[in-house]
């Protein structure tokens, strides 16, 4: 059996033990629990994990901070922000930072280790709130009129597969989904994302969706 190893930093005590006991209660799921940032950062700085679990909001800083740091020095630890619904801004923030999707405080035990999972599959959960608020705030007041040596300089070289697997990540579709959906093998679909990571100059899921959807190279 594969032990993941998850890192969840909350300080609302309560809020703290009930995702740790959802968690937990999945055998694979090796979980440390911390309250504050200084203490997630000494154990991130001895053994990382492979997933991190932060909230926004800690006594001595923000979660934005921890994943953008995690995100530098241990890209391979997928980072997953907790939020309250409505809280679209500091999600996009997280993301832009190099975090991978979500959970929401709320969420049901089942629907947090289902969240966990998704994004070790190479998903990115981002719930249609999240994309619609991403479009309000990159929509320009007015749609200039479009010009095709600036859109084509605007696609930065993406095929048409690229964009369709793009899209696919957008939609949370694992690997094999997008692979079938679009007729290629599974075995290819990391090849094509490293060259969009490339293309894109992003590092994450999570930047590569939002860089497309800010690019207009995709619509959710």
Do not use: C, Q
């Given at each position: 059996m594969t032990t993941i190893r998850i890192h969840l930093v909350e300080d609302d005590e309560p809020t703290r033990k009930r995702l740790h006991a959802a968690l937990a209660a999945d055998p694979e799921f090796q979980v440390e629990s911390f309250g504050n940032l200084a203490d997630a950062r000494a154990a991130i700085a001895a053994q990382p994990p492979h997933v991190?679990?932060?909230?926004?909001?800690?006594?001595?800083?923000?979660?934005?901070?921890?994943?953008?740091?995690?995100?530098?020095?241990?890209?391979?630890?997928?980072?997953?922000?907790?939020?309250?619904?409505c809280d679209e801004a500091s999600v996009v923030a997280a993301i832009s930072a190099g975090a991978s999707g979500y959970i929401v405080k709320d969420a049901l035990p089942e629907d947090i280790g289902t969240t966990v999972r998704q994004v070790l599959q190479g998903q990115s959960p981002l719930s249609a709130a999240i994309a619609r608020y991403l479009l309000r705030r990159l929509q320009p007041a007015t749609e200039p009129a479009p010009d095709p040596d600036q859109a084509a300089e605007t696609n930065l070289g993406l095929?048409?597969?690229?964009?369709?697997?793009?899209?696919?990540?957008?939609?949370?579709?694992?690997?094999?989904?997008?692979?079938?959906?679009?007729?290629?093998?599974?075995?290819?679909?990391?090849?094509?994302?490293?060259?969009?990571?490339?293309?894109?100059?992003?590092?994450?899921?999570?930047?590569?969706?939002?860089?497309a959807i800010s690019r207009k190279l995709i619509q959710l």
């Open positions: 991190l679990l932060t909230d926004l909001e800690l006594p001595d800083g923000h979660g934005t901070s921890l994943t953008a740091e995690v995100h530098a020095a241990h890209p391979s630890v997928e980072i997953l922000v907790i939020s309250v619904l095929t048409a597969r690229e964009i369709d697997i793009l899209w696919g990540i957008a939609k949370g579709m694992t690997y094999n989904e997008i692979a079938d959906g679009i007729g290629i093998s599974r075995k290819t679909v990391p090849n094509h994302i490293k060259s969009i990571y490339r293309k894109l100059e992003v590092n994450s899921r999570g930047e590569a969706v939002f860089e």
